[in-house]
Every structure is written in C-alpha cells, then in structure tokens.
C-alpha cells in the first residue's frame, strides 16, 4: 500500500498541539546551542596569559583554604589566602630580570611586590592573603627590567566578585525533554496508525 507521506503528516505528526510546542522547543534548543558554540569559538583566548616581547607569562591562582587545589586564573570567586603562580612558556626570559606586582584596581594600592630577579626555574611563586583587601578588581603586573630600560605587561582578574561560569543544565533539559515529547508524539501516531489499518481491514 503507497503511503502519501505528506498527507500522513498533516493528519497526524502535526496535529497535535503538544507536538508543535515539542518541536518548536528542540528547534529553539539546537539554535542557542549553536550559537554559544559558535561564541564559545569567539571567546578561547586564554585570558590567563599575557605577552612580554616575545615571550609569554601564564597566571594560575589557588585558594587552598576555600577550595583545595583547584586552578583559577582571573576570575578567583572567593576571598581568602590565595597562591598565584606566573609560569614562563619560553626559556628566554630565565635570564632576564623580572619583577611582578599586584594592585587593586582602580585605586592602585600594592598588595604584593616582587623586586627584580632572574627567576632560572622559569615559575615564581606568591602568596596574597585577600582578606586583608577586600573583594575586588586587581592587575598583576610583569615587568622585564634592564637597567633604565622597562618592558611591561597585565594580567586583569578579579577577587571575590563572581562565580564561575557554569553549564546552561537548564536548556539542556528542556532539549532532552522536547526530543522525548517528540519520540512520544512519532509511537502514539504509529499506534494510532496500525489501530486503524487494523480496522480497515
């Protein structure tokens, strides 16, 4: 028996009104999924990073007190003793005289200094307790020194003033739960189908 699969839809897939809003919600779903992807693509510069000449410094902070040996970079949720760690991708810079400071911002009052020195290991260590600042925007400074010469870079981050961005759970669920209002719609309208062969035969 030709089934007419056009007529077959209009009489039964879309027939129903659930059907409609479970389609339209998995069709919305997928957009938005593919656009943040799309912006997620957009967004992949790893902010944790700065350049100086040709090298590259990588910023890692920890909050062993709040949160065990969890990494952070420069979004640090909360507000306590916290360790930041500034690695060297290259091996130039080993030999160079470094200093690091830390400020808030935007007043500019120094909460860590680290005078100029040759850091060999390529990795140096600090220590700033922010309970003693206080919630807020801070800039780690790096700086290449060379007698009267200065080559600098930032690192902006914040302490205490956001969480991390997490998962959008919600859309995901309404993804899963319109596929499944679909699937349900497709087996109720092939049961409805056999019923009525059935019958007319």
Request: a positive charge.
């Amino acid at each position: 028996m030709k089934v007419n699969i056009k007529k077959y839809l209009q009489t039964y897939s879309f027939k129903g009104f659930g059907f409609k809003i479970a389609l339209t919600l998995t069709v919305v779903g997928l957009m938005s999924t593919n656009a943040n992807a799309h912006r997620g693509a957009l967004e992949e510069i790893d902010v944790c990073k700065t350049r100086l000449g040709f090298e590259r410094v990588h910023l890692t902070a920890y909050t062993p007190t709040l949160s065990g040996d969890r990494e952070y970079c420069n979004i640090i949720p909360g507000v306590g003793p916290t360790k930041l760690v500034f690695d060297y991708e290259g091996k130039s810079m080993r030999n160079l005289n470094v200093e690091f400071e830390i400020t808030k911002e935007p007043e500019g009052i120094r909460v860590f200094y680290q005078e100029p020195q040759k850091v060999k290991t390529g990795t140096m260590n600090s220590s700033v307790d922010f309970n003693q600042y206080g919630a807020g925007h801070y800039l780690a400074h790096i700086a290449i020194v060379d007698k009267d010469k200065r080559l600098d870079s930032h690192i902006p981050f914040s302490v205490g003033l956001e969480s991390l961005p997490g998962k959008n759970y919600v859309q995901r669920i309404v993804i899963i739960g319109s596929l499944c209002l679909l699937v349900y719609g497709l087996f109720s309208v092939t049961q409805k189908d056999k019923i009525n062969h059935t019958r007319k035969t």
